[in-house]
Structure formats: structure tokens, C-alpha cells
Nanobody, 119 residues
Framework: QVQLVESGGGLVQAGGSLRLSCAAS????????MGWYRQAPGKQRELVAN???????NYADSVKGRFTISRDNAKNTVYLQMMRLKPEDTAVYYC???????WGKGDYWGQGTQVTVSS
């Protein structure tokens, strides 16, 4: 199985920055996507950004130019650098690992970390 441990959430003022980290352990295969989703109260969970094992990235329009996703494959860790934060970025942020191969596929989630941006 796979375990995801997130860190780095917290309270920040609008315009500030935070960096989230997510370390994966367990049966990690070479072909995978790691990413961040978020869920605000009363809203559906949405993709923030993801990055595949080759380094290709994908961002939600609402965070383009403000957030940067990166990964360290040797450490099976993904990072989300968040800058120029806005109150509407307030949400629980979840780390996700999706991997697939001849053996099948797996979709794993972290426990979530709260990000609160005050105005």
C-alpha cells in the first residue's frame, strides 16, 4: 500500500506565501502522477496542480502564475509553493498519488492539511 503524509499548511495573510509538502511511502511505481487538490466548505474537491514522473505539470486556471508544483523523485515527495495567496485559496489541501501499470492502477490520498488565508 501507499501512505501520503502532508505538511506545511497554516494561517497566512492575503498576499503571503506557504509551501506544502507531501511525502509518499510504500509501493511507489515509476509511472505516476502526484498532485494537490483542495476542498473549500460547501464546495467540491478540485484539482489545484499535478505533476507526472517526467516532470510535466498541470495547473488550475485560478492558481496559474501564483502556485508552483515540483517533485523530488528520489524522495517520492511533491511540493506546492503557493504565493500571492488570496482568501479564496482557503481550503483543505489534499495530496494525491495516482499510479498505473501492467499490474493495475492505484489512487491514494493524504489526510489533508488546512490552509487559511485571512483578508
Amino acid at each position: 500500500q501507499v501512505q501520503l503524509v502532508e505538511s506545511g499548511g497554516g494561517l497566512v495573510q492575503a498576499g503571503g506565501s506557504l509551501r506544502l509538502s507531501c511525502a509518499a511511502s510504500g509501493s511507489i511505481f515509476s509511472i505516476n502522477y502526484m498532485g494537490w487538490y483542495r476542498q473549500a466548505p460547501g464546495k467540491q474537491r478540485e484539482l489545484v496542480a499535478n505533476i507526472n514522473s517526467g516532470g510535466s505539470t498541470n495547473y488550475a486556471d485560478s492558481v496559474k502564475g501564483r502556485f508552483t508544483i515540483s517533485r523530488d523523485n528520489a524522495k517520492n515527495t511533491v511540493y506546492l509553493q503557493m504565493m500571492r495567496l488570496k482568501p479564496e485559496d482557503t481550503a483543505v489541501y489534499y495530496c494525491n498519488l495516482y499510479q498505473f501499470g501492467d499490474w493495475g492502477k492505484g489512487d491514494y490520498w493524504g489526510q489533508g492539511t488546512q490552509v487559511t488565508v485571512s483578508s
